[in-house]
């Protein structure tokens, strides 16, 4: 009995977790955008802070973003969108870490660039800790894996500045290990659903 009701505080405890990963008035974050000339990425990436409004205020876009009460990752997709339907960007990568994220990296005792970064159609984006021997392929599954629209067969990896599509549908893809500070973004399917 006493096992049952610890399982239940713990499913509680993590419920509780889940909805304070919101982004919230006046927190700062990180954010990184990929995707963009090299030139440009500098003067976007650095720590914002979200104002009072709850916006969240990017160069060269003419209003905020919403940030308060979204999860960093929902927030990214609405940058990347703004960008887009700007006409600025064709194709915007944004990544963003909180500093709850900042302090979760911290606390399981990794180092600056200990991880990859997963973004695009995933269910979590951000962060994901580097392991030894990981697979772009675990590397998602740890992201919480593919969303509805994701394309495992057109899988961006960016390392140093080059990018190659990989397509974990087959088992070579699916071998594919990553490095740290790789980014891996999973697209959407195109209207034939690949």
């Known amino acids: 009995m006493k096992k049952l009701i610890a399982f239940f505080l713990a499913l509680f405890a993590t419920g509780l977790a889940l909805q304070a990963g919101s982004v919230s008035s006046?927190?700062?974050v990180t954010i990184t955008i990929k995707g963009v000339p090299a030139s440009e990425q500098a003067s976007i990436?650095?720590?914002y802070v979200v104002a009072d409004n709850g916006l969240l205020y990017m160069p060269m876009l003419k209003s905020g973003v919403k940030a308060s009460g979204s999860s960093s990752s929902t927030v990214a997709r609405r940058i990347e969108e703004a960008y887009k339907g700007a006409k600025i960007y064709s194709n915007p990568r944004i990544t963003i870490i909180t500093v709850r994220d900042e302090i979760k990296?911290?606390?399981i005792g990794k180092r600056e660039n200990q991880f990859v970064t997963v973004s695009g159609e995933v269910k979590r984006d951000g962060p994901v800790q580097y392991r030894?021997?990981?697979t772009i392929y675990e590397a998602i599954a740890t992201?919480?894996?593919v969303d509805t629209f994701g394309a495992m067969n057109r899988v961006v990896l960016e390392r140093n500045g080059r990018e190659t599509?990989?397509?974990?549908k087959t088992s070579e893809g699916r071998r594919v290990k990553v490095q740290v500070g790789d980014n891996i973004t999973v697209p959407q399917k195109n209207a034939f659903g690949r």
């Open 165 to 168: 599509k990989i397509d974990l």
């Open 26 to 28: 006046g927190e700062k």
């Open 143 to 145: 992201a919480g894996g």
């Open 45 to 47: 990436n650095g720590e």
């Open 132 to 134: 030894n021997g990981m």
């Open 105 to 107: 990296l911290e606390g």
